[in-house]
């Protein structure tokens, strides 16, 4: 499978579909839990190349919100995402996930 990532304004899109925007130093990527979560290690896995990525353009922390009733938002630093762990399962490029429960919590 050939990587394709592209910058266009704050968008971030990987192999042609838009998973985040970058706002200065922080990386925002919208997830739906039924769709995104990675229940084995109970967070939201984010490709090892859009990481890489996100770490030669200055990005600092990532945040990403949970799209679901409660409106929650999700934020570490990108460094921490970059020292998760890594899988690559169900066909999916290598992909880097830390637990929510070290990250920090912000509900609306």
Known sequence: MSDSLQRIGSSVIFNNKLVGNVYGSKY???????????????GYPVSDVVLKYLDGVGVGFVVIIEQSSECKSFKCKLSDYLKGSLISEGGFEGQRFIPLKEMSLTTR
Do not use: Y
Not at 28 to 42: A, E, L, N
């Open 28 to 42: 925002v990527s919208i997830r739906r839990p039924d769709k995104h979560f990675f229940r084995k290690g109970k």
